[in-house]
């Protein structure tokens, strides 16, 4: 796989996205876990060389869509900014209840402590 322009890591381009399900299958299927009253993220080492992000936003915990864009956006901008010094790895990050509840800077400094742990 062909190392991605400076354009499309500002744009999270599709190479660090998990795209189908078998992609999230594979995370799942024996994930390393990292969680806190946030967020729980599981991840499972890949062969790719580089980090690959896929979100799962359950309608349960985040009723509304604008909930849920604004939950998906803060993860992906945390993921981008984190991104060069995390290994090779896909990750799949699920919200919990509380989420919808705590404000942007909290949500950013929550990730920040699970990319560390990664």
């Not at 660090?16 to 876990?33: I, P």
């Amino acid at each position: 796989m062909s190392e991605p322009s400076q354009r499309d890591r500002q744009n999270f381009a599709k190479s660090y996205r998990l795209s189908c399900s078998k992609d999230y299958q594979f995370v799942f299927k024996n994930a390393d876990k990292a969680s806190n009253s946030l967020f729980l993220i599981l991840s499972r080492k890949n062969n790719l060389g580089l980090a690959r992000l896929g979100l799962a936003v359950a309608k349960k915990h985040a009723r509304l869509a604008v909930q849920r864009n604004r939950i998906k956006r803060i993860i992906r901008e945390s993921f981008r900014k984190q991104q060069k010094a995390m290994p090779a790895v896909d990750i799949v990050v699920m919200i919990r209840p509380a989420v919808v509840k705590t404000n942007n800077q909290q949500l950013e400094a929550s990730l920040k402590q699970l990319w560390n742990k990664l």
